[in-house]
């Protein structure tokens, strides 16, 4: 079905396919965050140690992550939805090829390029769709996408303990590829949109398809250096917070509620934060670069619990401190892509959003191992949270280069951004990215 040229609906049919992000961010991300709880079962099976087990979900994040370029370049060529139709069939693939592997290799070859390729090819284009359809309820939108997450977190860690405990660690894999095909509907929902910001032909030549053009401009490329580091310490819970939970003692389903903790109170910052960005009241790149510090603080947290905590009360403490990540963290999630449009505009928001996913990839393929490589050597994960923790840190020190993030040096208040046009671009301080590459504000410093 060709696209009709409209405006920005800002809802109607973008709400289904908000729902159906729903679903692709919970059966891939979710997914992903829950996976750790198999990690122990995959070790003592094959005799492995924790940082060999990690470079399972590593590989499938960083491929994941890595490709989405190619999710996102494809998309633009053919349309959302038959490449997320295709990537749930990969992924439904990769964990049927897993549940019958006999070595890690084969583990490294089903879950991390199999099932990673497949998820490349649905996380970009279904959220960069969701942008395309709204505009003054953008981030709200994207944040209620992204929710799927926390959601599926909540579901999927008991569910999955469950399944472990009754099937083994083949049959739980075997009934997750059956699950993860609910991919491909996901992808039928997703109706095609042309906006008037789009440009007139797909882009031609590799750099221009895949949107690396867009490292030339110095906002983008901040954005890019802080992203980088940020995903080196972001994904670590992910993979690792179930075995710090089981290593200090708490059972598979003590373990399991300290995940469903963190995603609830991931699932529920994210839908409130992404109200809070579209009022407008706080530029979004400084909102970004507060919750990335929150984040790291969190992390931090998790790691120090069982040092400053009491030997009998300590699992209640991280049951907290796992809540305050959460929150922190989802509030963080929404603000990565929700600042994207005013970066790059709405034509280019969906090969910015593989970069993103690129990005994020450079830092989760070295997060979760040197996780475990500290675990082995130190005996716990406490020394893991910390190093991690001070990446995302970093991180969202270098946000603050990000136009708008650092308030001005006039206490008088910057005239209000107007609302936006038709749904051309987010209604905060716009940064645009000129022919010689040279950011400018629509907010001037009175200093």
């Known amino acids: 079905m060709a696209p009709t040229p409209v405006g920005t609906p800002d809802g109607g049919w973008g709400w289904v396919v908000a ?3 729903f679903t692709v961010n919970g059966l891939s991300y979710g997914l992903l ?5 198999a990690l122990p079962d995959l070790a003592e099976h094959f005799d492995r140690t924790s940082q ?3 470079w399972v979900s590593a590989l499938a994040l960083a491929v994941q992550q890595a490709a989405s370029p190619v999710g996102s370049a494809l998309s633009t060529r053919w349309g959302a939805r038959p490449v997320v139709m295709v990537g749930g069939i990969l992924t439904s693939l990769g964990f049927v090829f897993s549940a019958f592997a006999g070595s890690l290799l084969h583990l490294y070859l089903g879950l991390g390029v199999l099932a990673g390729s497949g998820w490349a090819l649905v996380f970009a284009p279904a959220l ?5 359809y709204f505009s003054r309820r953008r981030v709200f939108a994207v944040g209620l996408a992204l929710m799927g997450n926390g959601a599926s977190s909540l579901l999927l860690a008991p569910a999955l303990q469950l399944l472990l405990d009754t099937f083994g660690w083949r049959g739980a894999l075997l009934l997750l590829g059956a699950i993860t095909l609910h991919l491909t509907p996901c992808g039928a929902l997703l109706r095609p949109l042309e906006l008037p910001g789009d440009p007139p032909a797909p882009p031609r030549g590799p750099l221009a398809a895949l949107g690396l053009d867009l490292f030339a401009h110095r906002a983008f490329l901040v954005f890019a250096l802080g992203t980088v580091l940020i995903a080196g310490g972001y994904f670590v819970p992910y993979v690792h917070l179930a075995p710090h939970a089981l290593d200090r003692g708490l059972g ?4 399991a509620l300290v995940v469903a903790v963190a995603a609830v109170a991931d699932a529920s910052a994210r839908l409130v934060c992404g109200w809070l960005a579209d009022q407008g009241w706080v530029p979004l790149p400084r909102l970004l670069a507060v919750f990335g510090a929150l984040t790291g603080l969190g992390l931090l947290a998790v790691g120090l619990v069982p040092v400053v905590g009491s030997e009998e009360g300590w699992g209640g403490s991280l049951l907290a401190v796992a809540g305050a990540y959460g929150l922190s963290a989802g509030c963080f999630t929404p603000l990565v892509f929700g600042v994207l449009p005013g970066l790059v505009g709405i034509g280019g928001v969906v090969q910015a959003t593989g970069l993103v996913m690129m990005l994020m990839s450079l830092g989760g393929l070295l997060g979760p191992p040197l996780s475990g490589f500290l675990r082995d050597e130190t005996g716990d994960f406490t020394a893991s949270f910390l190093v991690c923790g001070s990446l995302v840190l970093s ?3 270098i946000y603050m280069g990000l136009p708008g993030a650092v308030p001005s040096c006039s206490r008088a208040s910057p005239p209000a951004t107007p609302p936006p046009e038709r749904g051309e671009l987010l209604p905060i301080p716009q940064v645009a ?7 400018h504000s629509t907010q001037e410093a009175t200093c």
């Open 33 to 37: 965050r829950s996976l750790g709880l």
């Open 19 to 21: 729902a159906a992000t």
């Open 52 to 54: 060999d087990t990690a």
């Open 128 to 132: 960069g769709t969701v942008s395309r």
């Open 433 to 439: 990215l000129l022919s010689s590459g040279a950011p």
């Open 252 to 255: 598979g389903y003590r373990a």
């Open 395 to 397: 991180g969202s020190f």
